[in-house]
């Protein structure tokens, strides 16, 4: 939908209304990086349309897996996922973030690209 409605303030709406935990605003530096992002992308092949991955194949994953979930996700429940990727990856290192829904990269960005950071740095050493 917001990339057929190409109003800032409709998408603005959208999220906050949908996809941030209630309470959260998008604004400011992060909001105006992802309308960059959707006036500007241009679709060069057919969007991807996420999937289930299979617990047969997540049980294959050898390497480090950082998980980020929003306490409040709305997409699905977040406490099932975390329980369901545990059992498929056991060494996974899960981080639920609070007051933080689908849109955790820009809701609480300083701590999603902490914990990215951190993740990275220790599977260096």
Known sequence: MINIIRNKAFIQRFFCNWFVAKGNIISGYNFEQFIYGVFHYKYNTKPVIPAVIPKEKLKTIKVPVLMLMGEEEIIYNP???????????????????????????????????????????????
Request: hydrophobic residues 45%.
């Open 79 to 125: 406490m099932k996922a975390v329980a369901s990727a545990k059992e498929c990856i056991p060494h996974i290192d899960v981080k639920m973030i609070a007051n933080a829904s689908h849109c955790l990269f820009i809701e609480k960005a300083e701590q999603v690209n902490q914990y990215m950071v951190n993740f990275l740095s220790d599977q260096e050493n």
